[in-house]
């Protein structure tokens, strides 16, 4: 189960416990090969290098870059569940569709996936529409 808000949690550490929390993730070839996968999946690749520098990546990190970590994170752990709330605010409807296309494409047969968002871009990876509108709720096919 993942819950991943519209602000990313990057805890103190390193990069690598950034992206990958909150398993413990250790230092190994096929690790580092897996996160470096995945960075580059991300369009991140260019932080493949710093894996092991240590940072307060909160602050180092963008909020668009933060939240495609969150993306990175989620593809890492590959949770049965995801819950995710507005994850794109902070990105533009390209890099959007982008990663909700990688998600879907990487976790649609694993995972059920619940997200919030505002933005109509994200009802072509969605099967199903909750709408709540004055106290009343409606679901719709999409």
Known sequence: ?????????????????????PSISFSSIEEDKKIRNILNLCQ??????NLDEVQDW????SLGEQQKMA??????LRPKWLF????????????ET???????????NHSTIISIGHRNNLR?????ELVLNDGNVTMMSI
């Open 84 to 95: 995710l709330d507005e994850v794109t605010s902070s990105l533009d409807e390209q890099a």
């Open 58 to 61: 909160s602050r180092v990190l």
């Open 124 to 128: 072509q990876f969605h099967q199903l």
């Open 71 to 76: 993306f990175i994170r989620i593809l890492y």
């Open 1 to 21: 189960l993942a819950f991943v808000p519209q602000k990313a949690y990057c805890p103190l550490g390193s990069l690598r416990h950034c992206l990958t929390y």
């Open 98 to 108: 982008y990663l909700y296309s990688i998600l879907m494409q990487e976790l649609a």
């Open 44 to 49: 991140m690749k260019y932080w493949s290098n």
